[in-house]
């Protein structure tokens, strides 16, 4: 009558997780960062978006794991526990925030169309950092097979897929 014994639907996890632009602009390797931490993969491995404008979504669908106090950085953890790094610009830590909007909290379920942060390209220009937005795929032995397409891309658009080790 009221449900109090219902049980609560189980969230299906699946082996497969989308990869989404991050925002509109070119998708590139990772390999391709000016930053040797991200560039040779010590984060993981996974992609970055050279932005033409700064608002930035969600790479994935998840829960927020994670909100770097000086607003640069955010850490998604997916349904089925990959955990993924969105760190926006390089060296930008230094920046204190100020640059960015970051709207996100923890606990927070997030999908491809939700905004992380609103970042002021031209401040992080001024300051004399580059303005990728990385993501990285930390825990790479849920990975079994990672695959991205380069190119431009439309912000939310589907840009790749990873095979996960459940």
Partial sequence: MFGFFKKKAKKEVTPELELFAV?????V????????????????????????????????????????????????KTDNDVEVLLHMGIDTVELQGAPFDTVVTVGQRVDQNTVISTVDLEAVKAAGKDTPMIVALTNMDKIANLSITTGDASASSKIGEATVNL
Avoid: R, W
Avoid at 23 to 27: D, P
Avoid at 37 to 66: H, R
């Fill in 29 to 76: 390797a990772i390999t391709e960062i000016n930053d040797p931490v991200f560039s040779q993969k010590f984060m993981g491995d996974g992609y970055a978006v050279l932005p033409t404008f700064g608002v930035i979504t969600s790479p994935v669908v998840g829960e927020v794991i994670n909100v770097f106090p000086t607003k640069h950085a955010v850490g998604i």
């Fill in 23 to 27: 925002a509109e602009g070119e998708v």
